[in-house]
Protein backbone atom coordinates (compact mmCIF):
# COMPACT_ATOMS: atom_id res chain seq x y z
CA UNK A 1 0.00 0.00 0.00
CA UNK A 2 3.17 2.05 0.57
CA UNK A 3 4.23 2.13 -2.62
CA UNK A 4 0.71 3.02 -4.15
CA UNK A 5 0.92 6.03 -2.29
CA UNK A 6 3.78 6.80 -3.32
CA UNK A 7 3.04 6.32 -7.45
CA UNK A 8 0.22 8.63 -6.52
CA UNK A 9 1.75 11.44 -4.99
CA UNK A 10 4.35 10.82 -8.04
CA UNK A 11 1.04 10.99 -10.54
CA UNK A 12 -0.10 14.60 -8.71
CA UNK A 13 3.63 15.76 -9.16
CA UNK A 14 4.02 15.24 -12.37
CA UNK A 15 0.05 16.69 -13.05
CA UNK A 16 1.63 19.87 -12.03
CA UNK A 17 4.35 19.08 -14.40
CA UNK A 18 2.02 19.65 -16.76
CA UNK A 19 1.23 23.09 -15.79
CA UNK A 20 4.94 23.73 -15.52
CA UNK A 21 5.36 22.96 -19.40
CA UNK A 22 3.21 25.21 -20.31
CA UNK A 23 4.73 27.67 -18.30
CA UNK A 24 8.02 26.75 -20.51
CA UNK A 25 6.11 26.40 -23.61
CA UNK A 26 5.67 30.21 -23.76
CA UNK A 27 9.61 30.77 -24.71
CA UNK A 28 10.71 27.34 -25.77
CA UNK A 29 10.13 24.81 -28.13
CA UNK A 30 8.50 21.41 -26.65
CA UNK A 31 12.08 20.31 -27.60
CA UNK A 32 14.15 22.94 -25.88
CA UNK A 33 11.24 22.46 -22.78
CA UNK A 34 11.93 18.78 -22.64
CA UNK A 35 15.56 19.42 -23.04
CA UNK A 36 16.46 22.52 -20.55
CA UNK A 37 14.12 20.08 -17.98
CA UNK A 38 16.78 17.77 -18.20
CA UNK A 39 19.79 20.22 -18.44
CA UNK A 40 18.64 21.55 -15.10
CA UNK A 41 17.47 18.62 -13.59
CA UNK A 42 20.76 16.84 -14.37
CA UNK A 43 22.79 20.23 -13.07
CA UNK A 44 21.23 20.15 -9.47
CA UNK A 45 21.60 16.10 -9.03
CA UNK A 46 25.72 16.10 -10.06
CA UNK A 47 26.18 18.68 -7.26
CA UNK A 48 24.14 16.76 -5.31
CA UNK A 49 25.53 13.84 -5.74
CA UNK A 50 29.03 15.69 -5.61
CA UNK A 51 28.37 17.00 -2.06
CA UNK A 52 27.23 13.51 -1.22
CA UNK A 53 30.52 11.88 -2.38
CA UNK A 54 28.29 9.37 -4.76
CA UNK A 55 30.29 9.60 -7.66
CA UNK A 56 32.84 7.52 -5.49
CA UNK A 57 30.42 5.23 -4.72
CA UNK A 58 29.73 4.90 -8.31
CA UNK A 59 32.88 3.72 -9.05
CA UNK A 60 32.50 0.17 -8.59
CA UNK A 61 29.56 -0.42 -9.52
CA UNK A 62 29.37 -0.55 -13.75
CA UNK A 63 25.76 -2.54 -13.55
CA UNK A 64 24.38 0.62 -11.94
CA UNK A 65 25.88 2.98 -14.08
CA UNK A 66 24.78 1.21 -17.11
CA UNK A 67 21.32 0.78 -15.85
CA UNK A 68 21.27 4.76 -15.07
CA UNK A 69 21.95 4.86 -18.99
CA UNK A 70 19.75 2.42 -20.43
CA UNK A 71 16.68 3.79 -18.47
CA UNK A 72 17.70 7.33 -18.99
CA UNK A 73 18.10 6.50 -23.09
CA UNK A 74 14.82 5.29 -23.31
CA UNK A 75 12.73 7.91 -21.26
CA UNK A 76 14.55 10.19 -23.76
CA UNK A 77 13.69 8.42 -26.67
CA UNK A 78 9.74 8.17 -25.14
CA UNK A 79 9.80 12.26 -24.24
CA UNK A 80 10.93 13.73 -27.78
CA UNK A 81 8.70 10.81 -29.79
CA UNK A 82 6.15 12.06 -27.69
CA UNK A 83 6.69 15.71 -28.15
CA UNK A 84 7.18 15.31 -31.74
CA UNK A 85 4.08 13.81 -32.41
CA UNK A 86 2.25 16.25 -30.34
CA UNK A 87 2.99 18.83 -32.76
CA UNK A 88 1.39 16.59 -35.43
CA UNK A 89 -1.85 15.38 -33.87
CA UNK A 90 -4.55 16.94 -31.47
CA UNK A 91 -3.68 17.06 -27.48
CA UNK A 92 -7.05 14.51 -26.80
CA UNK A 93 -5.55 11.72 -29.44
CA UNK A 94 -2.02 12.51 -27.81
CA UNK A 95 -3.10 12.29 -24.52
CA UNK A 96 -4.64 8.79 -24.88
CA UNK A 97 -2.36 7.06 -26.94
CA UNK A 98 0.70 8.07 -24.54
CA UNK A 99 -1.30 5.65 -21.68
CA UNK A 100 -0.80 2.51 -23.79
CA UNK A 101 2.01 2.09 -21.98
CA UNK A 102 -0.44 1.01 -19.54
CA UNK A 103 -1.44 -1.78 -21.70
CA UNK A 104 1.70 -2.43 -23.50
CA UNK A 105 3.76 -2.79 -20.10
CA UNK A 106 1.61 -6.08 -18.82
CA UNK A 107 1.66 -7.49 -23.08
CA UNK A 108 5.27 -7.08 -22.56
CA UNK A 109 5.36 -8.28 -19.02
CA UNK A 110 3.36 -11.38 -19.78
CA UNK A 111 5.09 -12.42 -23.31
CA UNK A 112 8.45 -11.65 -22.89
CA UNK A 113 9.00 -12.04 -19.20
CA UNK A 114 6.82 -15.05 -18.16
CA UNK A 115 4.63 -12.67 -15.81
CA UNK A 116 1.23 -13.77 -14.53
CA UNK A 117 -1.59 -11.09 -14.29
CA UNK A 118 -5.22 -11.72 -12.95
CA UNK A 119 -7.80 -11.24 -14.37
CA UNK A 120 -9.08 -8.36 -12.80
CA UNK A 121 -5.80 -7.01 -13.75
CA UNK A 122 -7.06 -6.53 -16.82
CA UNK A 123 -10.63 -5.64 -16.04
CA UNK A 124 -9.62 -2.74 -14.30
CA UNK A 125 -7.25 -1.83 -17.01
CA UNK A 126 -10.09 -2.00 -19.67
CA UNK A 127 -12.42 0.41 -16.89
CA UNK A 128 -9.11 2.65 -16.13
CA UNK A 129 -8.98 3.44 -20.50
CA UNK A 130 -12.43 3.98 -20.55
CA UNK A 131 -12.01 6.72 -18.37
CA UNK A 132 -9.12 7.85 -20.27
CA UNK A 133 -11.06 7.95 -23.36
CA UNK A 134 -14.23 9.82 -22.00
CA UNK A 135 -11.64 12.52 -20.47
CA UNK A 136 -9.72 13.09 -23.97
CA UNK A 137 -12.63 12.52 -25.57
CA UNK A 138 -13.54 9.91 -28.22
CA UNK A 139 -12.95 10.81 -31.44
CA UNK A 140 -10.10 9.00 -33.04
CA UNK A 141 -10.59 9.90 -36.80
CA UNK A 142 -7.29 11.24 -38.97
CA UNK A 143 -5.19 8.95 -37.98
CA UNK A 144 -1.57 10.58 -38.67
CA UNK A 145 1.82 9.91 -38.57
CA UNK A 146 1.96 12.05 -35.41
CA UNK A 147 -0.40 9.69 -33.65
CA UNK A 148 2.39 6.68 -35.08
CA UNK A 149 4.96 8.91 -32.86
CA UNK A 150 2.97 9.26 -29.72
CA UNK A 151 2.21 5.41 -29.88
CA UNK A 152 6.22 4.81 -30.35
CA UNK A 153 6.42 6.65 -27.20
CA UNK A 154 4.27 4.84 -25.46
CA UNK A 155 6.37 1.82 -26.03
CA UNK A 156 9.85 3.46 -25.08
CA UNK A 157 7.57 4.52 -21.92
CA UNK A 158 6.78 1.24 -20.98
CA UNK A 159 10.29 -0.21 -21.20
CA UNK A 160 11.31 2.49 -19.11
CA UNK A 161 9.40 1.44 -16.34
CA UNK A 162 10.40 -2.36 -17.25
CA UNK A 163 14.27 -1.05 -17.50
CA UNK A 164 13.65 0.48 -14.29
CA UNK A 165 12.44 -2.83 -12.08
CA UNK A 166 15.22 -4.50 -13.77
CA UNK A 167 18.32 -1.91 -12.65
CA UNK A 168 16.73 -0.05 -9.56
CA UNK A 169 15.40 -3.07 -8.16
CA UNK A 170 18.45 -3.00 -5.75
CA UNK A 171 20.22 0.45 -5.89
CA UNK A 172 19.67 3.55 -3.87
CA UNK A 173 16.09 4.99 -5.55
CA UNK A 174 17.75 8.57 -4.80
CA UNK A 175 20.90 8.23 -6.36
CA UNK A 176 19.89 5.72 -9.54
CA UNK A 177 17.27 8.83 -10.37
CA UNK A 178 20.01 11.25 -9.82
CA UNK A 179 22.44 9.30 -12.22
CA UNK A 180 19.32 9.01 -14.61
CA UNK A 181 18.72 12.34 -15.05
CA UNK A 182 22.47 13.72 -15.25
CA UNK A 183 22.68 11.28 -18.62
CA UNK A 184 19.37 12.91 -20.07
CA UNK A 185 20.73 16.03 -19.75
CA UNK A 186 23.52 15.16 -21.35
CA UNK A 187 21.08 13.57 -24.14
CA UNK A 188 18.75 16.56 -24.14
CA UNK A 189 21.40 19.02 -24.72
CA UNK A 190 22.97 17.00 -27.34
CA UNK A 191 19.40 16.11 -29.38
CA UNK A 192 18.33 19.82 -29.05
CA UNK A 193 21.55 21.15 -30.36
CA UNK A 194 20.91 18.80 -33.50
CA UNK A 195 17.64 18.78 -33.93
CA UNK A 196 16.88 22.83 -33.37
CA UNK A 197 19.96 24.71 -32.88
CA UNK A 198 21.01 26.59 -29.63
CA UNK A 199 18.44 28.92 -27.77
CA UNK A 200 18.89 31.60 -25.79
CA UNK A 201 18.67 31.71 -21.91
CA UNK A 202 17.54 35.21 -21.68
CA UNK A 203 14.19 34.85 -20.55
CA UNK A 204 14.79 33.06 -17.20
CA UNK A 205 16.82 35.81 -16.09
CA UNK A 206 15.54 39.13 -17.30
CA UNK A 207 11.93 40.68 -17.17
CA UNK A 208 11.11 39.84 -13.65
CA UNK A 209 11.42 35.84 -14.02
CA UNK A 210 10.59 35.54 -9.70
CA UNK A 211 6.96 36.53 -10.86
CA UNK A 212 4.26 33.36 -11.14
CA UNK A 213 4.26 32.34 -13.30
CA UNK A 214 7.36 32.13 -15.79
CA UNK A 215 9.62 30.06 -17.50
CA UNK A 216 11.41 30.22 -14.72
CA UNK A 217 9.34 28.79 -12.34
CA UNK A 218 8.25 26.15 -14.91
CA UNK A 219 11.48 24.61 -15.48
CA UNK A 220 11.86 24.78 -11.52
CA UNK A 221 8.93 22.70 -10.80
CA UNK A 222 9.69 20.22 -13.88
CA UNK A 223 13.58 19.86 -12.82
CA UNK A 224 13.16 19.33 -8.91
CA UNK A 225 9.63 18.55 -8.96
CA UNK A 226 8.98 16.07 -11.94
CA UNK A 227 12.28 14.99 -12.28
CA UNK A 228 14.40 14.85 -9.38
CA UNK A 229 11.54 13.92 -7.02
CA UNK A 230 8.62 12.33 -7.95
CA UNK A 231 10.90 9.58 -10.71
CA UNK A 232 12.81 8.88 -7.21
CA UNK A 233 9.56 7.85 -5.41
CA UNK A 234 8.58 5.96 -8.62
CA UNK A 235 11.92 4.27 -8.56
CA UNK A 236 11.45 3.86 -4.45
CA UNK A 237 7.84 2.10 -5.28
CA UNK A 238 9.03 -0.08 -8.18
CA UNK A 239 11.11 -2.14 -5.27
CA UNK A 240 7.90 -3.98 -3.97
CA UNK A 241 5.18 -3.42 -7.07
CA UNK A 242 5.14 -5.41 -10.53
CA UNK A 243 5.57 -3.08 -13.32
CA UNK A 244 2.24 -3.72 -14.19
CA UNK A 245 0.21 -2.48 -11.73
CA UNK A 246 2.65 0.63 -11.69
CA UNK A 247 1.07 1.46 -15.58
CA UNK A 248 -2.17 1.42 -14.43
CA UNK A 249 -1.84 3.42 -11.75
CA UNK A 250 0.17 6.16 -13.72
CA UNK A 251 -3.55 6.36 -15.47
CA UNK A 252 -4.00 8.39 -12.55
CA UNK A 253 -1.89 11.22 -13.48
CA UNK A 254 -4.68 12.53 -16.25
CA UNK A 255 -6.89 13.50 -12.72
CA UNK A 256 -3.82 15.27 -11.53
CA UNK A 257 -3.28 17.07 -14.98
CA UNK A 258 -6.74 18.40 -15.07
CA UNK A 259 -7.62 19.43 -11.29
CA UNK A 260 -4.29 21.88 -11.66
CA UNK A 261 -5.40 23.01 -15.27
CA UNK A 262 -8.42 23.89 -13.50
CA UNK A 263 -6.47 25.70 -10.75
CA UNK A 264 -3.94 27.46 -12.46
CA UNK A 265 -5.76 27.63 -16.07
CA UNK A 266 -9.40 27.59 -15.58
CA UNK A 267 -9.73 25.13 -17.80
CA UNK A 268 -13.20 22.45 -16.73
CA UNK A 269 -13.78 19.36 -18.13
CA UNK A 270 -17.52 18.25 -19.48
CA UNK A 271 -20.29 16.21 -17.91
CA UNK A 272 -18.30 13.02 -19.37
CA UNK A 273 -14.90 14.17 -18.62
CA UNK A 274 -16.00 14.24 -15.12
CA UNK A 275 -17.66 10.86 -15.43
CA UNK A 276 -14.33 9.53 -17.09
CA UNK A 277 -12.21 10.70 -14.23
CA UNK A 278 -14.23 8.93 -11.67
CA UNK A 279 -14.03 5.62 -13.37
CA UNK A 280 -10.46 5.91 -13.27
CA UNK A 281 -10.39 6.91 -9.29
CA UNK A 282 -12.51 3.74 -8.71
CA UNK A 283 -10.40 1.86 -11.26
CA UNK A 284 -7.40 3.02 -9.71
CA UNK A 285 -8.13 2.50 -5.87
CA UNK A 286 -9.81 -1.09 -6.01
CA UNK A 287 -6.14 -2.13 -7.57
CA UNK A 288 -5.25 -3.22 -3.72
CA UNK A 289 -8.49 -5.23 -3.17
CA UNK A 290 -8.47 -7.04 -6.48
CA UNK A 291 -4.70 -6.99 -7.77
CA UNK A 292 -1.60 -8.58 -6.41
CA UNK A 293 0.77 -5.37 -5.66
CA UNK A 294 3.18 -7.10 -4.22
CA UNK A 295 6.49 -8.66 -6.27
CA UNK A 296 7.47 -11.43 -3.31
CA UNK A 297 3.82 -13.58 -4.67
CA UNK A 298 2.67 -14.68 -7.70
CA UNK A 299 -0.64 -13.70 -9.10
CA UNK A 300 -2.20 -16.87 -8.14
CA UNK A 301 -1.18 -15.69 -4.91
CA UNK A 302 1.66 -18.19 -4.01
CA UNK A 303 4.68 -17.31 -2.59
CA UNK A 304 7.90 -17.84 -4.39
CA UNK A 305 10.84 -18.79 -3.20
CA UNK A 306 13.55 -16.89 -2.32
CA UNK A 307 15.85 -17.54 -4.82
CA UNK A 308 16.50 -14.09 -6.28
CA UNK A 309 14.19 -14.70 -8.86
CA UNK A 310 11.46 -11.52 -9.16
CA UNK A 311 7.86 -11.86 -9.70
CA UNK A 312 7.91 -9.74 -12.42
CA UNK A 313 10.72 -10.96 -14.06
CA UNK A 314 10.84 -14.97 -13.95
CA UNK A 315 14.72 -14.85 -15.71
CA UNK A 316 17.84 -15.60 -13.67
CA UNK A 317 18.99 -11.96 -12.75
CA UNK A 318 22.24 -10.30 -11.76
Not at 71 to 93: H, R
Not at 112 to 140: A, C, P, Y
Amino acid sequence: MKGIILLSIACAIWGLGFAGTRFTLTDYSPVWSNSLRYIFAGSFAFLILFFRNDFKKLAGKKNEVLGGLICSALLMMALQLQTVGIAMTTMAKAGFFTVFYAIITPIISVIFLGQRVRKTFWFLLSTSMLGIMMMNGMDFSNFNMGDIFVITSAVFFSLHIIATDRYANDVEAVRFNFLQCIFMGIMGLVFALLYEGPTSLAVLYTNSPLNFPSPLWGFLILSIFSSLIAFSLQITAQRSIPAHIVGLVFLSESIFAALFGYILFGETLDPTAIAGSIVIVISVALVPRFTNIKKDESEDGELIENTGVSSVVNDTRA
